[in-house]
């Protein structure tokens, strides 16, 4: 049983880490959804973190239609995180009707070999998730990440369930959003996903000791709580126990 948590920033990638998790996915913008790391964070990554870690490929929030000038800047990150030596990346293209982008997705793929590649939740929007997942396998992705095409993945536990039987081991499926160490369990047991996805996220008050009023700014950071991936892991232990 592996736990990926996705983090935002350095200190929560040092935290996760030493929490437990087994790999990391990296992010900017946690209120954008995630988009690309900056060059100081992927390299500061490389040299602290011993886990694997996967970077998110995303230029901007907002949909995932991309013009040629982004995807010329998601070729250009991709070649940079194969460059520094990630174990993998995720990535996530559609066309406008909703269908995977599969000539891109394909050469984003090609290009980080021999990089894992992970489709993100990209996936949650497309228009036809089971035929999206035989374009994924196509296009030569490891995994797809998903919560069932609804904003929680324990609420979309049935077309988890449903991916992973068509799936039939040809690549990977991983829950994530929402899950957290009171869902993870019977999650994993009633979908047979053997990988999971969580940002364990917790919100920390800044230490600033001044704040202007008249900004009527909320400054609070996105951090990661240490002991929600401890209990995570404790529960997919169990279930490795049990089987």
Same mark, same amino acid.
């Given at each position: 049983? +592996?736990? &990926?948590? /996705?983090?935002?920033n350095?200190?929560?990638?040092?935290? =996760?880490?030493?929490?437990? !998790? $087994?790999r *990391?996915?990296?992010?900017?913008?946690?209120?954008?959804g995630?988009?690309?790391?900056?060059y100081?964070?992927l390299?500061?990554?490389?040299?602290?973190i011993?886990?694997?870690?996967?970077?998110?490929?995303?230029?901007?929030?907002?949909?995932?239609?991309?013009?040629?000038?982004?995807?010329?800047?998601?070729?250009?990150d991709?070649?940079?995180?194969?460059?520094?030596?990630?174990?993998?990346?995720?990535?996530?293209?559609?066309?406008?009707?909703?269908?995977i982008?599969?000539?891109?997705?394909?050469? +984003?793929? &090609?290009? /980080?070999?021999?990089?894992?590649?992970?489709?993100h939740? =990209?996936?949650?929007?497309a !228009? $036809?998730? *089971?035929?999206a997942?035989?374009?994924?396998i196509?296009?030569?992705?490891?995994?797809?990440?998903t919560?069932?095409?609804?904003p929680?993945?324990?609420?979309?536990?049935?077309l988890?369930?449903q991916?992973?039987?068509?799936?039939?081991?040809?690549?990977i499926?991983?829950?994530?959003?929402?899950?957290?160490?009171?869902?993870?369990?019977?999650?994993?047991m009633?979908?047979?996903?053997?990988?999971?996805?969580?940002?364990?996220?917790?919100?920390?008050?800044?230490?600033?000791?001044?704040?202007?009023?008249?900004?009527?700014?909320?400054?609070?950071?996105?951090?990661?709580?240490?002991?929600?991936?401890?209990?995570?892991?404790?529960? *997919?232990s169990?279930?490795?126990i049990?089987?």
């Open positions: 049983m +592996l736990l &990926e948590i /996705a983090v935002f350095i200190q929560s990638a040092i935290i =996760a880490a030493e929490a437990g !998790a $087994n *990391l996915e990296l992010c900017e913008n946690p209120t954008d995630g988009t690309t790391p900056s100081g964070f390299k500061t990554v490389k040299e602290k011993s886990i694997p870690v996967f970077p998110i490929i995303r230029p901007r929030g907002g949909d995932f239609l991309y013009s040629n000038e982004e995807f010329e800047v998601m070729k250009k991709l070649l940079l995180c194969k460059q520094f030596g990630f174990e993998g990346a995720v990535i996530g293209l559609l066309n406008p009707d909703g269908s982008d599969k000539q891109r997705t394909t050469k +984003l793929v &090609e290009l /980080a070999y021999p990089l894992e590649i992970t489709f939740r =990209a996936f949650d929007r !228009a $036809n998730p *089971l035929q997942l035989e374009d994924i196509l296009c030569g992705c490891q995994r797809i990440l919560s069932g095409q609804v929680n993945a324990f609420d979309g536990k049935e988890i369930k991916l992973l039987k068509q799936a039939d081991e040809r690549i499926i991983m829950p994530g959003s929402g899950v957290r160490s009171n869902n993870i369990t019977e999650l994993a009633y979908t047979g996903a053997v990988e999971l996805h969580s940002s364990a996220r917790k919100m920390i008050p800044s230490s600033i000791k001044f704040f202007q009023e008249s900004m009527r700014e909320n400054l609070e950071n996105t951090f990661v709580d240490a002991g929600e991936i401890k209990q995570m892991k404790e529960a *997919l169990n279930i490795s049990a089987e």
